[in-house]
């Protein structure tokens, strides 16, 4: 069966402490791989797209790389602004999306 | 910038009355989606539409329906609600299947009670 897990599920930061988030992901088929950031009472925010192994992107502090079987978000010098929950899904064979349940990142003062 | 957009923010209906949640994209996207999305579950994909008039099942379908009349709009229907579907509802956009970029775009939600 095809399974999403983020982790850690919650991770707290101080100001400037860089950081990776971590997206593990068993499917059939990978047509891409997405980082999404979620405010509280909000709907999820695009980032990035990642479509083969070895592929990096960069927005910012924020930086996602892929595996065959895993993609980090690494996060530099973080600001309290980045705190928010960040989401990873994949693209599977069928063209639907499969979501994490998400990392809900703090960074404090 | 695409513009998603749902009809409530907020949403309080009692068990079995029958419950419309609208969205609507200015994107003139073919795929438009809807979640729901609970703590600790993530978003999990109710149903889904490609066309106009064409829907498909995603994950957890039953208590649920959907209407794509228009291509800007789609509609999730619970036609009796229960409290266990008391959830953040969120609608989605994006470009088709054959499209080289396929992110989705999301509304800002609908948190319905169901009482």
């Known amino acids: 069966e095809d399974q999403v897990t983020q982790s850690p599920e919650a991770l707290r930061l101080q100001e400037g402490e860089s950081s990776s988030l971590n997206c593990s992901y068993t499917?059939?088929?990978?047509?891409?791989l997405f980082w999404y950031r979620q405010d509280p009472g909000k709907g999820p925010e695009f980032l990035f797209t990642?479509?083969?192994a070895g592929e990096e992107k960069e927005k910012e502090r924020l930086k996602a790389t892929l595996t065959k079987k895993e993609s980090f978000l690494h996060i530099t010098a973080p600001k309290p602004e980045d705190s928010a929950t960040y989401l990873c899904?994949?693209?599977?064979?069928?063209?639907?999306?499969?979501f994490g349940a998400g990392t809900r990142l703090t960074v404090k003062p | 910038d695409v513009k998603v957009t749902q009809s409530s923010r907020y949403l309080v209906k009692r068990t079995g009355e029958k419950v419309f949640l609208e969205c609507v994209q200015d994107?003139?996207?073919?795929?438009m989606f809807w979640y729901r999305q609970d703590p600790g579950l993530g978003l999990r994909l109710i149903y889904f539409?490609?066309?106009?008039?064409?829907?498909e099942k995603g994950d957890i379908p039953e208590g649920y329906s959907v209407s794509r009349e228009k291509k800007e709009r789609f509609s999730l229907i619970l036609e009796s609600a229960s409290t266990n579907q008391t959830s953040m509802y969120l609608c989605?956009?994006?470009?088709?299947?054959?499209?080289?970029?396929?992110?989705?775009?999301f509304g800002p939600g609908t948190r319905l009670t169901v009482t």
């Open positions: 989605a956009s994006s470009f088709p299947r054959t499209h080289t970029t396929y992110e989705q775009y």
């Open positions: 499917v059939s088929g990978l047509r891409g």
């Open positions: 990642l479509y083969s």
């Open positions: 899904a994949v693209r599977r064979n069928n063209n639907d999306m499969r």
């Open positions: 994107m003139d996207h073919e795929n």
């Open positions: 539409s490609y066309d106009v008039k064409m829907k």
